[in-house]
């Protein structure tokens, strides 16, 4: 009877614990997405990125990768990778979307710099598209970086 008691409350822990690390998962996403979202809009409102880019990659945007994409594709700056190493990104989905509608976003793993990324871009007045990104966690991730406190829980209970 003990056992059985056990591992229903175990298993009723774990599955609640792996249900609230999608919710604030999904949580955490749109609060990401928000944020660039923002940090993209405003990026276009100052101008900065509309036609002038910096010789060197010298702009440090604190664990904010932003590319600069021309209408062919073609990276015309990145403040994390060399442009001339970097494969064409007409195909990305945030990039055509936001060739298309003004405005797009993505969840994806960067090839260039070998990472899981949020991805929000923004065609700017001169028809190229600036795009912000993020580095992200998985959702695996962040169950595993949970379970510490799902195991003090347990042991608590």
Same mark, same amino acid.
């Given at each position: 009877? =003990?056992?059985?008691? %056990?591992?229903?409350?175990?298993?009723? $822990?774990? /599955? &609640?614990?792996?249900? /609230? &690390?999608?919710? +604030? =998962?999904?949580? +955490?996403?749109?609060?990401?997405?928000?944020? !660039? *979202?923002? %940090?993209?809009?405003?990026?276009? #409102?100052?101008?900065? =990125?509309?036609?002038k880019?910096?010789?060197?990659? &010298?702009?440090?945007?604190?664990?904010?990768?932003? %590319? @600069?994409?021309?209408?062919?594709?073609?990276? @015309?700056?990145?403040?994390?990778?060399? $442009?001339a190493s970097?494969?064409?990104? #007409?195909? *990305?989905?945030? $990039?055509?979307k936001?060739?298309? &509608?003004?405005?797009?976003? #993505?969840?994806?793993?960067?090839? %260039?710099?070998?990472q899981?990324?949020?991805?929000?871009?923004?065609?700017?007045?001169?028809?190229?598209? !600036?795009?912000?990104?993020?580095q992200?966690?998985?959702?695996l991730?962040? +169950?595993? #970086?949970? @379970?510490?406190?799902i195991?003090?829980?347990? !042991? !608590?209970?």
């Open positions: 009877m =003990y056992f059985r008691l %056990t591992a229903v409350s175990l298993s009723a $822990i774990l /599955l &609640t614990s792996l249900l /609230l &690390t999608f919710v +604030f =998962y999904g949580v +955490f996403r749109k609060e990401v997405m928000s944020n !660039l *979202r923002q %940090t993209a809009y405003a990026l276009k #409102a100052s101008g900065a =990125y509309d036609g880019y910096p010789e060197n990659n &010298t702009i440090s945007a604190d664990m904010l990768r932003i %590319t @600069v994409i021309a209408d062919d594709g073609k990276a @015309v700056y990145d403040n994390e990778a060399d $442009i970097m494969e064409n990104h #007409a195909g *990305r989905s945030e $990039i055509k936001a060739m298309l &509608t003004g405005e797009g976003e #993505a969840i994806r793993h960067s090839h %260039t710099i070998d899981s990324m949020f991805y929000y871009a923004v065609r700017l007045n001169s028809g190229y598209v !600036l795009r912000v990104a993020r992200s966690g998985s959702i991730g962040v +169950f595993f #970086a949970a @379970v510490p406190v195991l003090v829980i347990i !042991l !608590l209970l």
